[in-house]
């Protein structure tokens, strides 16, 4: 017996001193992936995925992360800057709309934070399929397309605030689209419609606001904020305070 539990430990010893020369292996190959982008100057910065950027004395290729597909910067200065943000759903206002799943709510199904604000028609369940979706602000869009089953159709608007920030707001689950990519829309235009993504939700709008360039699509439930923003907080800013009402369930009805 006591030969068999030696044995066992010696074995032991070996698996755990392999899993850490493995990790150990793994580290230092990450360690020199190089950057994906070099931000030693604007063009550099600007360079495709995947193009040479000089890093040391050498040129080197970075390796593709879809996080940081960003709209260009030609485009950026294009972009119309906006003095007010309003609810995309609801009236062109954002008039008569619930949060019925709001940012960073822990979803333990989902195995994650919930990444945006999922907004309803005030009938809930499928009664607001096929009501417009507006764009929240002045901008442009730069992603149009369905990046995956989960999500559906997708539509991903830049816009620049007051200061010149560049931030974007993403509309998912859409039933159809009402504008093209590169469109440049005003604040309350009509952008598409909500959906179900092809039946596997109740029909609702996960609507998202990022501080950031980028058209990275992500997950609908995360661990890390990374780049987004709490819509809903943020929205308030613009909205007249007093009109919003508090409903017997809890929930808020925004009508201006």
Partial sequence: MARHALNFIIWGLIVVLFVMMGRGFLRSR???????????????????LGFPVLQ??????????????????FE???????????????????GLVYNAQRFWEMNDRRGGHHSGEDLNGIGGMNTDLG???????????????????????????????????????????????????????????????????????????????????GVWIGPGYCQYHDDRIAAEDELKKFINTSAVIKLAVGKLIYSQ
Avoid at 56 to 73: H, I, M, N, Q, T
Avoid at 76 to 94: I, K
């Fill in 131 to 213: 009501d417009p979706v507006y764009a929240a602000a002045n901008g442009r869009v730069v992603y149009r397309g369905v990046p995956s089953p989960g999500w559906g159709k997708v539509i991903i608007l830049s816009h620049v605030n007051g200061e010149g920030d560049t931030v974007s707001t993403m509309y998912a689950h859409l039933e159809s689209f009402t504008v093209n990519s590169g469109a440049l829309v005003a604040g309350g235009t009509q952008i598409g419609t909500v959906g179900t993504a092809d039946g596997r939700y109740l029909a609702h709008l996960h609507y998202e606001l990022r501080n950031s360039a």
């Fill in 56 to 73: 040391g004395d050498d040129f080197v290729a970075s390796s593709f992360d879809p996080r940081f597909l960003e709209v260009p910067v």
């Fill in 30 to 48: 990450a360690a020199k992936i190089p950057p994906v982008k070099s931000m030693r100057s604007w063009q550099q910065a600007q360079a495709p």
């Fill in 76 to 94: 950026r200065a294009e972009t119309p800057r906006f003095q007010r943000m309003d609810y995309p759903l609801g009236t062109e206002q954002g």
